[in-house]
């Protein structure tokens, strides 16, 4: 079997299981991130293109407590979503939420004027370079799997991703505050009536979007080099995954950001050239045929 | 209407007239210098600002001597059509005489073009493709700080002559990434080495090269040369230590690293690993007098070699203005370039060196090793110099470029 596949495939068959890995890893990235902008855009109908700075941010927050106050990665785990989770906050109270009642389009182009001033400030601060953060003592070292060395911290972030999106979308199927959040979507008049308090609700929605952002972002850290420009390369990607999965589908997001993670891995040893590219190719298919998106309600 | 207002009324008009005569006169004695380069991504902090400081550093250091000098700058993104479309209006309605820096081999070969159309001149500092000087290369061009085969030959050879005799390299896929391949290369297949494969990654774009870095550990080479630059390099490094790579006795060849690369990855990371570099702040009385002027206008950043080529080279396009004057100057590029090429090269950032006719500024090279954290005496003590390449070999000889100047 394994003969066969290396035949016609033409590439050793370890490299390719490890190609595999190394996707699905990515695509963990991937599914934390489309994650966080599925539930913003599912319950507000906004197009947060703030998303990846707010994944940056997460990252140096996760510099700024090692360096300034001397705290680790287990605390920016948890510190970094609330801290940046709270930047969230003010920003939907004081600005996102005057324009519910206006276009998509107001909403996207108030994000993405956000997103660039938030960059430009940490480009001015921090230059583009980026800054060092180490992987931590307890997640160093990798295992060999026989085929190729897994190092363990890749491990626990496709185990921490899973988690993740397994609690969102648990929080937001099967629990009465989801219930709510979506019946709000549908109807946000009625809710009200009903004494739910409909504008707290959604504030703290986009906070927690945006705190999703920030633990992907603390996740990355040891990883990718922390610059003020890291979010941007990967939010076009993960916007691509979201349309292909369906806009505001939840578990559509999960499931196509692994996917897809899959293959542009796949795509990294076969046309490495094209792998900036094959998810945008996908996206165009996914439009022509099923314009709602593979997993979304048309 | 009162006299006296009528008068002024009259005086103003005057005025109004006389304003674009003076003008035009002032323009005809100004020099304009655009600094063109990445103002906002991966490439910012070797180019970006601090590049436009140091020219301005030139520009005060030269001193007043009869004609005025404009420092404009702009950002290109790293694409050649913004480049190209901020070079022609800088040109056509701006009056530049000199574009400066042009980070990005793709964009740099793009304005190159423009210059010798226009007839202006091209100070380039921080493109790193060695055919500005070669096949490309135009008599309106000077190539100050560094180049691909000048990298292949310092940190390339080094690694051959320690034994690194097979390479698989990752390429960041344009004319930079391409040019450093195969300069390296040729070095590798002359000194008895052998190119097993090599992997072009998407510019700019990409993120994770982990998949990119188990691939050329799979092909079993001693070498893994990283013909990239800037966060491409540092993830690189980063994700190559992760993965083990390193600690099972494959070495990193970091064909272009810069200072401020290291200082991005921690000493811890980057420790053992060589370099080239043409400046280094901590080189000299020159390169630390230098550092302690232009620091301030840049913090947090460090000069790189690539800032001190900008400093340096518009120093010398400044001192070829005066010589032959402005109008002339102002008149042909061409002839800008060509007085500068007549004129010996003084800085403190290089000290004295030359321009040859393919437009190859040269100087010695120096190959580095990113120190240890125990050796490092504080922030941006970074390097111990390992080997010097005197300024007649540091760069390719100019028989070899195929330049079409030379020939003729």
């Not at chain 2, 490309?136 to 320690?162: E, F, I, K």
């Amino acid at each position: 079997m394994l003969e066969f596949l290396e035949s016609i495939t033409g590439v050793p068959t370890p490299l390719l299981f490890g190609q595999l890995l190394l996707g699905l890893i990515n695509g963990a990235f991937y599914a934390m991130l489309s994650l966080g902008l599925a539930v913003i855009f599912g319950l507000l109908n906004i197009i947060n293109f703030t998303h990846g700075a707010q994944f940056m941010m997460g990252a140096f927050v996760a510099w700024m407590l090692l360096n300034w106050l001397g705290l680790g990665y287990w605390w920016a785990l948890l510190l970094a979503p609330l801290i940046v989770g709270a930047t969230g906050v003010i920003i939907e109270r004081t600005m996102i939420s005057r324009l519910y009642k206006l276009d998509h389009l107001y909403g996207l182009l108030l994000t993405f004027g956000i997103g660039l001033m938030i960059e430009g400030v940490f480009r001015n601060e921090f230059g583009s370079s980026g800054l060092p953060y180490r992987i931590p003592a307890e997640l160093q070292g990798a295992w060999d799997l026989g085929f190729m060395f897994m190092p363990i911290y890749r491990g626990w972030v496709v185990l921490f991703a899973l988690i993740c999106c397994l609690a969102t979308w648990l929080v937001i199927e099967k629990t009465r505050l989801g219930a709510y959040l979506r019946a709000a979507t549908e109807n946000a008049a009625l809710v009200q009536a009903f004494g739910v308090n409909v504008p707290r609700m959604i504030t703290l929605t986009y906070g927690a979007g945006v705190a999703l952002a920030a633990l992907a972002g603390v996740l990355a850290a040891p990883i990718y080099s922390v610059n003020p420009q890291m979010g941007t390369n990967l939010i076009i990607v993960v916007f691509a995954v979201v349309v292909i999965g369906g806009m505001g589908s939840i578990l559509g997001s999960v499931l196509t950001g692994f996917g897809l993670g899959i293959i542009e891995g796949l795509t990294k040893v076969y046309w490495p050239e094209a792998s900036a590219t094959v998810i945008f190719v996908i996206m165009a298919i996914v439009l022509l045929t099923r314009p709602a998106g593979l997993f979304g309600r048309a | 209407m009162t006299q006296a207002s009528r008068r002024s009324v009259l005086a103003a008009g005057a005025a109004l007239g006389i304003a674009p005569l003076s003008r035009a006169r002032a323009q005809a004695n100004t020099i304009r210098i655009g600094v063109l380069n990445d103002g906002s991504g991966m490439y910012r902090d070797i180019s970006g600002p601090t590049a436009a400081a140091c020219v301005r550093q030139a520009v005060a250091d030269f001193g007043p001597r009869g004609f005025a000098v404009e420092v404009l700058y702009a950002d290109h993104q790293n694409r050649p059509d913004v480049g190209s479309n901020i070079a022609r209006q800088w040109i056509d309605t701006q009056g530049v005489d000199a574009i400066l820096d042009v980070t990005t081999s793709s964009v740099a070969l793009a304005v190159n073009d423009i210059c010798r159309e226009k007839n202006k001149v091209h100070i380039n500092s921080t493109a790193a493709t060695s055919d500005l000087t070669g096949a490309r290369c135009t008599p309106n061009t000077v190539h100050w700080t560094y180049d691909t085969w000048m990298l292949a030959r310092s940190t390339g050879g080094a690694m051959v002559r320690a034994g690194g005799d097979s390479w698989f390299f990752i390429t960041a896929d344009y004319a930079f990434g391409h040019a450093l391949e195969r300069d390296t290369g040729n070095f590798v297949r002359q000194a008895g080495g052998r190119v097993l494969g090599q992997v072009r990654t998407p510019f700019p774009g990409t993120t994770d090269f982990s998949s990119f870095l188990v691939q050329a550990q799979a092909s079993r080479a001693k070498v893994i040369g990283l013909a990239n630059a800037g966060t491409d390099t540092t993830n690189c490094i980063k994700q190559a230590a992760e993965f083990g790579i390193t600690r099972r006795g494959v070495k990193l060849a970091s064909l272009l690293m810069f200072i401020n690369d290291v200082h991005s990855l921690g000493l811890q990371t980057a420790q053992g690993l060589v370099c080239t570099e043409t400046f280094y702040w901590d080189l000299n009385e020159g390169t630390r007098r230098f550092t302690d002027r232009v620091r301030s206008a840049m913090s947090p950043n460090m000069p790189a070699m690539t800032h001190a080529g900008c400093y340096a080279g518009v120093l010398h396009y400044l001192k070829a203005v005066q010589d032959m004057g402005v109008a002339a100057a102002k008149a042909s590029g061409a002839d800008a370039v060509a007085r500068m090429k007549g004129m010996p090269t003084e800085d403190d950032c290089f000290g004295r060196g030359s321009i040859r006719a393919d437009g190859r500024k040269i100087h010695p090279s120096y190959l580095f090793e990113v120190k240890t954290p125990a050796e490092s005496r504080g922030p941006w003590d970074y390097y111990k110099l390992l080997q010097t390449t005197p300024t007649e070999e540091a760069f390719r000889p100019v028989a070899e470029g195929g330049c079409p100047l030379v020939r003729s």
